[in-house]
């Protein structure tokens, strides 16, 4: 019984030890990195029908990188990396402005099942701007969205492994 108390006090001493050596030592911080948020320039999704409707949505940052997540009924399906070069940027900026996209409802819908719907954002000068087209759209709306189309999926975008 005598041995059991012995180990019993080393061990509570040997404990309080560590403790006071691990107390004494100055904790050691590590250099917080801030996250720096990518800024959104442009997302553009069409989305599914009940039909063969393309599904992708594209997403291009404001430094020119841009992601691309393929859905269905498009030729490519996963996720794709490309970049975007800043005249092609102004000149989607300037397309917008031209069209009068900040002046479109911010959305276009009705009561009518089986329509796909194109969302477009843009973020530019003017601000950001978000419109869902899904019914009863202008034609402008339309063709600035097929101009998208040409310029977007028209990128050199590389499979993400």
Not at 135 to 148: N, S
Request: glycine content about 4%.
């Amino acid at each position: 019984m005598r041995v059991l108390l012995i180990l019993i006090a080393f061990f509570a001493f040997s404990c309080s030890l560590t403790k006071k050596a691990v107390d004494n030592t100055p904790a050691q911080v590590e250099p917080v990195q801030e996250k720096v948020k990518d800024s959104i320039f442009l997302y553009f999704e069409r989305t599914l029908c009940y039909g063969e409707c393309p599904a992708y949505e594209i997403t291009v940052y404001s430094d020119g990188r841009c992601t691309y997540k393929g859905v269905k009924f498009v030729d490519k399906i996963g996720d794709y990396d490309a970049t975007i070069t800043s005249a092609q940027m102004s000149e989607i900026a300037e397309e917008a402005e031209r069209v009068g996209f900040y002046d479109f409802k911010d959305k276009y819908d009705a009561s009518v099942s089986d329509v796909p719907t194109c969302i477009t954002m843009i973020s530019a000068d003017r601000g950001r701007k978000r419109v869902e087209d899904r019914f009863d759209a202008p034609d402008v709306l339309h063709a600035f969205e097929k101009y998208l189309d040409g310029i977007l999926l028209g990128l050199d975008w590389k499979y993400r492994d």
